[in-house]
């Protein structure tokens, strides 16, 4: 009796349709990616004769001041006191640290010299003034 031998081939992955499913899930997570944005406090900042757009955002921190005296730092409301902690973090964190302050034109400057004290306290000695910016000055 004559034994046959079956020749097995190995089993394939169709590639076919590779490039179609690579491009259905980069479509996929486009759409349901969220970017952070941050909303911070509402705030009318005032406006300057001379000013500078900072196009780099990196390595800025956001510390938001609104007429109600309410201070934001990336989202958070915190007190004076606590600006000097989160800020102190941050700083210990990235020396390379820029504070961002956006400070209502109707806020007193008592209450943005505070936090001006506070950053210094914290160590963050990196400051920017955000202000209204105006095509054309």
Not at 5 to 34: C, H, N, Q, Y
Not at 40 to 47: A, C, I, M
């Amino acid at each position: 009796m004559r034994k046959f031998t079956l020749k097995r081939s190995e089993p394939e992955i169709p590639t076919a349709s590779t490039a179609d499913i690579a491009f259905l899930l980069i479509i996929f997570f486009m759409l349901t990616t969220v970017l952070r944005t941050e909303y911070g406090l509402k705030v009318n900042p005032p406006s300057a004769e001379s000013t500078e757009r900072i196009l780099k955002r990196k390595n800025i921190v956001h510390i938001w001041i609104d007429k109600n005296r309410r201070i934001s730092v990336d989202d958070n409301l915190l007190e004076v006191s606590g600006v000097t902690t989160v800020i102190g973090q941050k700083v210990l964190d990235n020396p390379e640290l820029i504070s961002e302050v956006l400070a209502d034109k109707e806020v007193d400057y008592g209450r943005v010299n505070d936090v001006l004290e506070a950053l210094k306290e914290a160590g963050a000695f990196k400051i920017l003034f955000a202000t209204e910016y105006e095509e054309g000055g």
